[in-house]
């Protein structure tokens, strides 16, 4: 599995940011990607912890889990 350092250095900006806050709103840029989600779901949930596991980042909330792939794209693709 490669390394994904830019991954890593996200999950630690997001957690000195969004760590045991609520989310309030939540804005899906691409709706299109998502499967059996609805963006009112989140709303008023407290994110306890993020942590990543290879090219997943997992956000773990109250009382749900939130599974995120990551997906990079090369310069050719986008």
Known sequence: M???PELEVLKE???LQIKDKVILNLVVI???VLKN???GDLAGHVVR???RQGKYLIFELDSLRLIIHYQRMDEGEK
């Open 13 to 15: 900006k997001l957690s």
């Open 30 to 32: 691409k709706p299109y």
């Open 49 to 51: 912890y993020i942590q």
């Open 37 to 39: 989600f609805f963006q």
């Open 2 to 4: 490669p390394e994904l």
